[in-house]
């Protein structure tokens, strides 16, 4: 395990995030609502990392398994090394992108998921660890919240089946956040770490 990955957990109060196995934190939710409900906006900050659990020193990676939200998502990178997103769009056609900290590479710091668009996250290849934030308007509640299971993915972009093997729930288990999730804090303050 790479020793910033628990000192990260630790300082950030990350927890596991049902269904897409991510390590994050919720850091604002506006005391705004939109006129249909829910925050006007929403921010959280996220880890990947190789084989690291709460409960021991080696566990699964974390990752974002294939999801899709009912509105645009920002994701910004922070540190570490790169992340490796795979999109696979409403058309069928799909899209890889690179965030990381070297814009001059290619990599990209900050990047929009066009609502509806399937999206999955990990390290990319060689990585130990990558620190991002995702903020959204309108914000995020559990409802606008669908996972991508294994057998509807496959059916709709076979070309991308080695990653929806990886990456897609699988089919026996639940593709949505569990009953008022994210509906209200708690919120973490970051304002003075």
């Keep these: 395990m790479h020793p910033t990955v628990a000192r990260l957990v ?9 269904v897409e196995a991510t390590w994050f934190v919720s850091t604002y939710r506006s005391t705004a609502d939109t006129a249909v409900g829910g925050p006007v906006g ?11 659990d709460s409960g021991s020193d080696a566990g699964p990676d974390s990752r974002s398994l294939f999801h899709r939200l009912a509105f645009d998502e920002v994701w910004h990178f922070y540190g570490g090394q790169p992340i490796r997103m795979v999109l696979l769009h409403p058309d069928g056609t799909d899209d890889e992108v690179v965030l990381g900290g070297d814009p001059l590479a290619g990599q990209l710091v900050q990047f929009v998921v066009p609502a509806g668009t399937w999206q999955a996250g990990e390290l ?6 990558a620190l991002f934030g995702c903020t959204m308007a309108p914000g995020f509640t559990g409802t606008c919240f669908e996972g991508g299971s294994r057998s509807v993915l496959l059916a709709t ?17 639940t593709t ?13 303050d970051l304002s003075g770490t």
Excluded at 42 to 52: D, E, N, P, S, V
Excluded at 176 to 188: D, I, L, S, V
């Design 157 to 173: 972009h076979p070309a991308r089946a080695a990653d929806i093997e990886r990456l897609g729930v699988p089919d026996d288990e």
């Design 124 to 129: 990319a290849p060689g990585g130990d660890w």
């Design 10 to 18: 630790e300082h950030f109060g990350l927890e596991p995030l049902p």
């Design 42 to 52: 929403t921010a959280m900050i996220g880890l990947y990392c190789r084989g690291f």
């Design 176 to 188: 949505a956040m569990p009953e008022g999730f994210a509906t209200a804090g708690p919120e973490r």
